[in-house]
């Protein structure tokens, strides 16, 4: 599917680290942010040439981001670090009507 559709508008990664699980989403996802409190894990993503937008900045407080802006977040391993309520209160907020919300992790 090509970027120009609405549902493939915007994707935001949270606790996205050195980017390894952000970067996949740029092949077809027009715009693609990417927040990590952590900066030297952003320097990291950064030092990859890339269109994407890595942020420092805490997943409990996107307020760079409107409300009902968002149509994909991702959290790969990654929700058992933070605050939880404060994290699914900004995750309602900015995501649209119908968007979603893909929390994954891996059992080893
Ligand atoms: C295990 S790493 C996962 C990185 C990436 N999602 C991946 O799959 O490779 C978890 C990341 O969450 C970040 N982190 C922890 N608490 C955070 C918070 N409240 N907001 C944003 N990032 C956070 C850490 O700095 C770390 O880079």
Redesign the pocket.
């Known amino acids: 599917m090509q970027s120009e559709t609405y549902a493939y508008n915007l994707a935001i990664?949270?606790?996205?680290?050195n980017g390894?699980?952000t970067f996949p989403l740029a092949k077809t996802w027009k715009h693609v942010i990417g927040?990590?409190?952590?900066g030297s894990?952003i320097a990291e993503a950064l030092a990859v040439k890339s269109n994407i937008d890595f942020r420092v900045?805490?997943?409990?407080d996107l307020y760079f981001q409107q409300d009902e802006s968002v149509d994909l977040m991702t959290a790969?391993?990654?929700i058992h670090?933070?605050n939880q309520p404060c994290f699914w209160k900004e995750a309602t907020r900015v995501l649209r009507p119908g968007g979603v919300l893909a929390v994954y992790s891996f059992n080893t």
């Not at 927040?35 to 952590?38: A, Q, Y």
């Not at 900045?57 to 409990?60: K, P, R, T």
Request: with cysteine; net charge negative.
């Open positions: 990664d949270v606790g996205c680290g390894q699980s927040v990590d409190v952590s894990q900045g805490l997943a409990e790969g391993i990654f670090w933070i």
